[in-house]
T-cell receptor, first 114, second 111 residues
Framework: DAGVIQSPRHEVTEMGQEVTLRCKPISGHDYLFWYRQTMMRGLELLIYFNNNVPIDDSGMPEDRFSAKMPNASFSTLKIQPSEPRDSAVYFC????????????FGPGTRLLVL | GENVEQHPSTLSVQEGDSAVIKCTYSDSASNYFPWYKQELGKRPQLIIDIRSNVGEKKDQRIAVTLNKTAKHFSLHITETQPEDSAVYFCAANPGNTPLVFGKGTRLSVIA
């Protein structure tokens, strides 16, 4: 099992540019989560999907952020246009639909917006 | 909704001593309580979890206790080692919904 896969691992971009983060969940997991982690705000849930359908996007900070899950093995988180305050580590996590099952995190994407 | 409080936010212990991190939760429907360890620059990784039908669980130097009546659970690390230095997160799951995480505890083990 390769675990949750994220790409890129590091991204440096300039303010105003579009950023796309990618995630491949663990095979067979039907829940996918996007988190943002910063020193100031800790670990924040941005959005999560169940069976490729967005369930709760109340954590998405602004309309500049969007997320999609076109199939069970792929999800994207897009920021357009990016701003310096978006600099953070973005984690993707997945789990099965059963209760009392834990979430497994990907390695994260470290984003720096200059 | 569920709210998880975690204390302390930072903890320093001498190598070989024990460390205890405590969490409280608000939703009595929560029935699953994992603990994650996050080393610097790495992802959060599950180290131990406990379900609501169990009061205590142990895995080598790590143990977790759960008090459902008081709605609190704790992580205990015995014989701490420098490699235990990390940020530890507790979490609660009130159902088939996302985990609700505590703010984290930065543990430093001083050699």
């Amino acid at each position: 099992d390769a675990g949750v896969i994220q790409s890129p691992r590091h991204e440096v971009t300039e303010m105003g540019q579009e950023v796309t983060l990618r995630c491949k969940p663990i095979s067979g997991h039907d829940y996918l989560f996007w988190y943002r982690q910063t020193m100031m705000r800790g670990l924040e849930l941005l959005i999560y999907f169940n069976n490729n359908v967005p369930i709760d996007d109340s954590g998405m900070p602004e309309d500049r952020f969007s997320a999609k899950m076109p199939n069970a093995s792929f999800s994207t988180l897009k920021i357009q246009p990016s701003e310096p305050r978006d600099s953070a580590v973005y984690f993707c996590a997945s789990k099965t639909g059963f209760r009392q099952e834990t979430q497994y995190f990907g390695p994260g994407t470290r984003l720096l917006v200059l | 909704g569920e709210n998880v409080e975690q204390h302390p936010s930072t903890l320093s212990v001498q190598e070989g001593d024990s460390a205890v991190i405590k969490c409280t939760y608000s939703d009595s429907a929560s029935n699953y309580f994992p603990w994650y360890k996050q080393e610097l620059g790495k992802r959060p990784q599950l180290i131990i979890d406990i379900r609501s039908n169990v009061g205590e669980k142990k895995d080598q130097r790590i143990a977790v206790t759960l008090n459902k009546t008081a709605k609190h659970f704790s992580l205990h690390i015995t014989e701490t080692q420098p490699e235990d230095s990390a940020v530890y997160f507790c979490a609660a799951n009130p159902g088939n919904t996302p985990l609700v995480f505590g703010k984290g505890t930065r543990l430093s083990v001083i050699a």
